[in-house]
C-alpha cells in the first residue's frame, strides 16, 4: 500500500510552511496552500523570506495549521522550488480554485501595491 505523502494537510485551509535559515534554525510561516496531484503550491512575494531561505536550502515541513499557525497536525517533509513564470499557471489555477474570491481580492492588493507574487511547488520527499 503506498502512504499519501500530504494526507495530514487534507480538508485544511492553512498550514505553516517551515523554510530553514543557513544555521538550521526552522521558520514557520502560515499560508495558503493548494494541492494538485503530487504537488502543493503556495503564493508568496519575491521578496519574501521564504524565497531567500528556499534558495539556500529546499527542505522544507509542512504543518496543517490555523491562520495564525497554531499547529493542527502532523508535520511532512518536503522539497520546495521557486517556479518561473512560464510554470505558474497550475499553480495560479490551483489556488484560484481552492479560494475563489479571497485570492482574487489579495491578487488586487498585490498589483496595487506592485508586490511581484512568486509561486513555490513543494513536492514530498522522495
Do not use: C
Not at 9 to 29: C, D, E, I
Not at 54 to 83: C, F, M, W, Y
Amino acid at each position: 500500500m503506498t502512504a499519501v505523502p500530504f494526507a495530514p494537510l487534507a480538508g485544511h485551509k492553512y498550514m505553516n510552511l517551515t523554510t530553514f535559515r543557513k544555521s538550521g534554525q526552522p521558520v514557520p510561516t502560515p499560508v495558503w496552500f493548494a494541492q494538485e496531484g503530487d504537488q502543493i503550491y503556495v503564493v508568496t512575494f519575491a521578496t519574501s523570506g521564504k524565497v531567500k531561505r528556499i534558495r539556500a536550502n529546499p527542505r522544507v515541513q509542512l504543518t496543517p495549521s490555523d491562520a495564525r499557525g497554531k499547529p493542527l497536525g502532523e508535520t511532512v517533509e518536503a522539497h520546495a522550488r521557486i517556479l518561473d513564470s512560464s510554470a505558474q499557471e497550475a499553480a495560479h489555477r490551483a489556488l484560484a480554485k481552492k479560494y475563489g474570491v479571497m485570492y482574487w481580492m489579495f491578487a488586487g492588493f498585490w498589483k496595487l501595491q506592485r508586490q511581484t507574487p512568486v509561486f513555490l511547488e513543494i513536492t514530498p520527499v522522495s
